[in-house]
C-alpha cells in the first residue's frame, strides 16, 4: 500500500457510496431485459450483451483509487431497507476484497459473454439468448452476494447462484449426463446453502444483528455462544459443498457437462470461489477456535491430494482442469486456516492468479473442443497451425499456472508457500503444497504441449473451424494480463492484491507482492516443483496407465455414496407416494384431517388450555344472550353437515353441503361481518355451477364412490370426524375465553377513514394496510389457476377460443333456462361492477365482484355451454389473470417511487365543480383483484367443463345430456 493517503471524506464526495446498490439494479434489470432483446439480435447478441458486464466492470474500476488510497482499512457501506421489522436491510459493504471479486465477476464475465456469443454462433437465436441472459443473471447475483453485507440477503444471492448453475451446467437438456451433473450440483450446493442458511441465522439471533461487519467486528458475542459449535459445523457445511471441498468434491468435475462458456465462468473465477470468499469474511469468527482451524486445514490438504490424484487419472481436457481447480480450491481452504498476513496475501494474490490463467485455460479448451469435436487429450495433437494464438495463450497461461517467473502465477505461489513455511503446520502443509503443485506443473505442460505440438490424430487432421475473434478474445487477454501483472507487480500490489488483502486481515500493514524478492527458500521450492513436474510430464503416459489400474482410487470420489443415498432417497419417495398418493380421495382427506386434529390434541394438551384445578378454561354462558335465529340457523347447518355426510345421493349431498354454507353465511351477516357473509354466499353458489357442471358430463356408474359396503371405513371415517370436531370446538372455545385485545381492531377502525379514505374497513385492510399480503394470495389464486389449467389439459397447449358458430356443448340444455342465463349474465356483470366500485366504503370490492361476475359466467356456460361463455370472456381466463396481476403491482408502482414504500397508496382529490371525485391507486389494485379472481375461477371452471366434454374443441352436441343424468348419477354414485 502506498504510504500516502488521501482523506476519507473528499473521496466520498466524488465517489459515493450510493451508487453501489444502484450498479446491482442495473445489473439485474439488464439480465431481466436481456430475455427479450437477446433472442432478438441474431449473431450480435454477444457483443451486445458484454455491454452490460464491461460497463459494471468500468464503473466498479472507479472505486479502486478509493480503496488503495483510503485510510485504514477502506470500506464503503450503504443501507437500503427492505424488512426492517425483521433486521432484514439491503446492506451493501465495498471493500478491497469484494472489489477483487467484483472486478474478477465483470470482468472475466465481459470476455465469457463475448466467447459464448460467438460459442453458440450456430446454435438457434433463442438457445444462444438464453444462455448469454442466464450468464448475466448468474453476474448479477454473484455480485449481490460479494457485496451484501446482510447475511440473509447475501444467503437469498447465494441460492440463486446455485439455481442458476443448474440451469447452466443443465442447459443441453437433451443430454442424460448434463441433467444428472446439473441435479447433483444443485442437490450438493443447495443442500449445503441450507446448512449455511440455520448457522447464519443462530449467528444473527447469536449476535443481535445480521449485518456481516458487525458480527465480524465483534466475534466474541458468537464464539462465546453455546451454539458456536453448531453455527461454525453448518458455515463450514455450506463453504466446502459449495466449492467443492472433500468429500463434495465429485460435483465439479462432473459438471463439466456444462457449456465451456459456463465452466470457464462458473468453475474458474466466480462460484466455486464463493466458498472461500465466504471463509474469509468469516475467519475472524472461526480462527477463535483451534478445532476449526485444524478441521479447514485438514479438509484443504485431503482436498488437494484427492484432486491431484484423480487429474492424474483424468483424460479430458476439461476434466484435468476441473481437477486442477478442485486442488486450487482446496490449497485456498488450507491458506485461510493458516493465519497472518501472508496467508492474506497468499489468498488475495492466488484468487487473481488462478482466476486468470484457469479462466484462459477453459477457454483455451473450448475452442479446441469446437475446433475438433474431440474432448480428450489422446485424441489431439499438431494444432498450433490452424489455432495459433489459443496455443499461444494456452502457453502463457500454462506457464502461470505451472508458477514461472515473470508471470503473476510465479509471484502467487511464492507467496502461497511463503504463508505455508510461516505457519505452524509448516512441514506437513509444504510437504502436500510441492507434490500438488507438482501436479499442477505438469497439468500445464501436458495443456500448452500435447494438443498443439503433439502428434496429430484423425480428429485434428479434419476441424471443423479454425479460430474466430470472439472466441479467442478472452484467453489472449487473460493470458497477456497473467504477463502483464507479473512484469508490473506494484500495479497489482497497490490497486487489486494489496487493498484485498488489507481487508482479510482488517488491518492495515504493508502489502509486498513483488517479482523477485531475493534468494529465499520459497524460490528453493518452487523450483524443485517445476523440476517433479517436469518429469511427470516427460512420463505422463506410464504414469496416467499405472494411476488408471489402481481401482481403489475411485473410494476417493465419494460419488457412489451420493449416488447411493440419492437413490435410497428416492425409493423411500417412492414407497412413500405410493402408500399415502394413492389416487384416493378419501386417503388425502383422512390424513390432511388427522394430522390436524392431531396438532388441535396437542394444543389443547400442552398449551394454556386447562387452568389447574379449575379444569378447562371456558367462556362464562352469561356473557351473551341466547338468539333464537342462531339455535335455528344452527339448527340447519348440522342438519346439512348430516344430510352430506350419510347421503348416497351425490346431489342430495351436495344440497346438503350448500345448506350448511349458506347457514354459516347468515351467522356471518347477522353477527357484522357482510363482506365475509357475500364471499361465502358466492363461494358455494359457485360450488353448486361446478360441481352440477361435472355430474351432469360424468357417465351413470353402478358402483359408485360412496358406497357403504366398508361398514369399517366408515367406522373409522366416523371416529375421525367426531375427534377433529371435538378438539376444534375445545379450541374454539378456549380461544373465546381469552381477554380479547382490541388495540389492532380500535387502529384499523380509526385510521380507516384519515389515512385510507375509506369506510369499510375490510375492504380497507385488504386493498391498503395489507395490501402486499393481498397481492401474495392473488398471486396464488393464478399460479392455482394455471396449474389446473396445465393438468387438466393433460399436458397439450390450450386451444385457440373457438369461432362463432362452432356447436357448444351446453350442460344442462333448456330454453328457458337459456334466456334467463342471458338476462341473469348482464344482470350479474353490471352488479360486479358497482359493488367492485362502492367496496371502499361500503360491503364489497374486488374479490366479491370478481366472484359476482364468475358466477355469471357460470351459469352462462352452464346453460349455453363453455365455449359460448369463453368467447364472451374475449380475452384467454390466464390473460386475465395477467391484466390482473399487472394492474394490482402498477398500482403499488407510485408509492415506491415518491419515496414511501410499495403499495402506498396515493390519493388525488378532483374538483368536479359542483362535487369533488376522489381517486386513489387502491382502485387500480381492486381492479386488479376483480380480474385475478374472474380470471382464476373462470380458468377452472373452463377447463373442468372441457374435460368433461372432450376437450377445447369438443363439438359433438350435447342435447342427449338431459337433467335426469343429474338424478342417475346421484342414485348410483
Not at 444462444?128 to 444467503?155: E, H, K, W
Not at 337459456?818 to 370490492?845: C, D, K, Q, Y
Request: net charge neutral.
Amino acid at each position: 500500500m502506498f504510504s500516502n493517503t488521501l482523506d476519507s471524506s473528499a473521496i466520498a464526495s466524488w465517489m459515493p457510496g450510493e451508487a453501489i446498490p444502484s450498479l446491482l439494479v442495473i445489473a439485474f434489470l439488464g439480465a431481466a431485459l436481456s430475455f427479450l432483446v437477446l433472442p432478438r439480435l441474431g449473431k450480435s447478441a454477444g457483443p451486445v450483451a458484454a455491454l452490460l458486464p464491461a460497463g459494471l466492470f468500468a464503473a466498479f474500476m472507479t472505486y479502486v483509487p478509493v480503496m488503495a488510497y483510503g485510510e485504514g482499512v477502506p470500506t464503503i457501506l450503504q443501507t437500503v431497507q427492505w424488512v426492517p421489522s425483521l433486521g432484514i436491510n439491503f446492506d451493501v459493504r465495498l471493500d478491497g476484497f469484494s472489489l477483487l471479486f467484483a472486478l474478477m465477476i465483470t470482468g472475466i464475465g465481459s470476455l465469457v459473454v463475448l466467447y459464448a456469443g460467438s460459442y453458440f454462433a450456430e446454435k438457434p437465436a433463442d438457445d444462444r439468448g438464453r444462455f448469454l441472459s442466464y450468464i448475466l443473471l448468474f453476474m448479477s447475483a454473484m455480485l449481490g452476494t460479494v457485496l451484501s453485507d446482510n447475511v440473509i440477503v447475501m444467503f437469498v444471492f447465494w441460492e440463486m447462484t446455485s439455481l442458476l448453475s443448474f440451469l447452466l451446467i443443465g442447459f443441453n437438456s437433451t443430454s442424460i449426463e448434463a441433467r444428472k451433473a446439473a441435479l447433483q450440483s444443485l442437490v450438493i450446493t443447495a443442500g449445503g446453502g441450507l446448512a449455511l442458511f440455520g448457522g447464519l441465522l443462530i449467528m444473527g439471533m447469536e449476535a443481535g444483528t445480521f449485518s456481516l461487519l458487525e458480527i465480524t467486528s465483534n466475534p466474541g458475542v458468537v464464539t462465546d455462544s453455546t451454539w458456536f459449535g453448531v453455527i461454525a459445523a453448518l458455515v463450514l457445511i455450506g463453504a466446502f459443498t459449495k466449492s467443492a471441498q472433500f468429500p463434495f468434491h465429485f460435483w465439479l468435475p462432473n459438471a463439466m457437462q456444462a457449456p465451456t462458456p459456463a465452466s470457464a465462468y462458473l468453475h474458474s473465477a466466480t462460484m466455486v470461489k464463493l466458498g472461500i470468499f465466504l471463509l474469509a469474511r468469516f475467519d475472524p469468527i472461526l480462527s477463535a477456535s483451534p478445532t476449526v482451524i485444524v478441521i479447514m486445514v485438514a479438509v484443504g490438504l485431503t482436498t488437494m491430494l484427492v484432486a491431484a490424484l484423480m487429474a492424474l487419472r483424468a483424460d479430458g481436457l476439461k476434466a484435468i482442469l476441473a481437477y486442477s481447480t478442485v486442488a486450487s480450491l482446496g490449497l485456498l481452504v488450507t491458506l485461510i486456516g493458516l493465519q497472518g498476513p501472508g496467508s492474506s496475501i497468499g489468498i488475495a494474490g492466488f484468487i487473481l492468479a488462478h482466476s486468470l490463467y484457469k479462466a484462459a485455460l477453459f477457454f483455451c479448451a473450448g475452442i479446441v473442443i469446437h475446433a475438433t469435436g474431440a474432448t480428450r487429450v489422446r485424441d489431439l495433437g499438431a494444432l498450433f497451425g490452424l489455432l495459433p494464438l489459443t496455443a499461444i495463450a494456452a502457453i502463457l497461461a500454462s506457464l502461470s499456472m505451472a508458477g514461472l517467473p515473470p508471470f503473476v502465477g510465479f509471484i502467487a505461489k511464492e507467496y502461497v508457500l511463503e504463508a505455508k513455511l510461516d505457519s505452524s503446520f509448516a512441514a506437513i502443509v509444504t510437504f502436500v503444497a510441492v507434490l500438488v503443485n507438482s501436479v499442477l506443473v505438469a497439468i500445464a505442460g501436458i495443456f500448452a504441449l500435447r494438443p498443439f505440438f503433439g502428434k496429430a490424430t484423425a480428429f485434428t487432421e479434419k476441424p471443423k473451424h479454425g479460430e474466430t475473434i470472439g472466441m479467442t478474445t478472452g484467453p489472449v487477454v487473460l493470458a497477456a494480463l497473467g504477463v502483464f501483472f507479473g512484469l508490473f507487480a506494484d500495479i497489482p500490489q497497490y490497486f487489486i492484491v494489496g487493498p484485498a488483502a488489507v481487508a482479510l486481515q482488517g488491518a492495515p500493514f504493508y502489502v509486498s507482492f513483488e517479482l523477485w524478492h531475493g534468494i529465499t527458500p520459497m524460490l528453493g521450492l518452487s523450483a524443485l516443483v517445476v523440476l517433479i513436474g517436469g518429469l511427470l510430464v516427460w512420463k505422463w503416459t506410464p504414469i496416467h496407465e499405472a494411476m488408471l489400474r489402481l481401482s481403489f482410487i475411485d473410494r476417493f470420489s465419494f460419488e457412489k455414496g451420493y449416488d447411493a443415498i440419492f437413490g435410497g432417497l428416492l425409493s423411500l419417495a417412492q414407497s412413500t407416494t405410493r402408500t399415502i398418493q394413492n389416487g384416493q380421495m378419501r386417503t388425502y382427506v383422512a390424513v390432511t384431517i388427522a394430522v390436524v386434529t392431531g396438532a388441535l390434541v396437542y394444543a389443547v394438551l400442552a398449551g394454556e388450555t386447562f387452568a389447574g384445578a379449575a379444569g378447562l378454561t371456558l367462556p362464562p354462558l352469561a356473557a351473551d344472550e341466547i338468539r333464537p335465529y342462531l339455535l335455528i340457523v344452527c339448527t340447519l347447518i348440522a342438519l346439512g353437515g348430516i344430510v352430506a355426510a350419510v347421503s348416497r345421493s351425490m346431489v342430495v349431498s351436495l344440497v346438503g353441503v350448500g345448506l350448511s354454507g349458506y347457514g354459516i353465511a347468515l351467522v356471518f351477516l347477522k353477527n357484522g361481518a357482510p363482506d365475509l357473509a357475500l364471499t361465502q354466499f358466492l363461494v358455494e353458489t359457485l360450488l353448486v355451477v361446478i360441481v352440477s357442471a361435472v355430474l351432469v358430463k360424468m357417465p351413470a356408474i353402478a358402483d359408485g364412490l360412496r358406497s357403504y359396503s366398508k361398514f369399517d371405513l366408515r367406522i373409522g371415517d366416523a371416529l375421525l370426524s367426531t375427534v377433529f370436531a371435538g378438539a376444534l370446538f375445545v379450541v374454539l372455545l378456549s380461544i373465546a375465553a381469552k381477554p380479547f385485545n382490541p388495540a389492532v381492531t380500535e387502529y384499523y377502525a380509526v385510521t380507516s377513514l384519515s389515512e385510507a379514505f375509506g369506510r369499510n374497513v375490510v375492504n380497507v385492510i385488504l386493498v391498503d394496510f395489507r395490501a402486499l399480503d393481498t397481492l401474495g394470495e392473488i398471486a396464488v389464486v393464478a399460479f392455482a389457476a394455471i396449474a389446473a389449467w396445465a393438468v387438466l389439459t393433460g399436458g397439450n397447449p390450450p386451444s385457440k377460443t373457438p369461432k362463432a358458430g362452432v356447436a357448444t356443448n351446453r350442460a344442462v340444455p333448456s330454453l328457458i333456462f337459456e334466456t334467463t342465463a342471458r338476462m341473469f349474465f348482464f344482470l350479474m356483470l353490471i352488479v360486479s361492477v358497482w359493488v367492485l366500485f362502492r367496496g371502499h366504503n361500503e360491503p364489497g370490492g374486488g374479490f366479491i365482484g370478481g366472484l359476482i361476475a364468475s358466477a355469471g359466467f357460470a351459469v352462462l356456460a352452464l346453460a349455453l355451454g363453455v365455449d359460448f361463455a369463453r368467447r364472451r370472456l374475449l380475452l384467454h381466463p390466464i390473460a386475465w389473470m395477467g391484466i390482473g396481476l399487472t394492474l394490482a403491482i402498477l398500482s403499488g408502482v407510485p408509492g415506491a417511487i415518491i419515496n414511501e414504500s410499495f403499495l402506498t397508496h396515493q390519493w388525488i382529490n378532483l374538483n368536479l365543480g359542483v362535487t369533488s371525485l376522489k381517486l386513489g391507486t387502491t382502485y387500480l389494485f381492486d381492479i386488479g383483484v376483480y380480474l385475478t379472481v374472474i380470471g382464476g375461477v373462470l380458468a377452472f371452471l373452463i377447463r373442468v367443463q372441457q374435460q368433461n366434454s372432450g376437450g377445447d374443441d369438443a363439438t359433438t352436441a350435447a342435447d342427449d345430456v338431459t337433467k335426469s343424468n343429474i338424478s342417475t348419477q346421484g342414485a348410483s354414485a
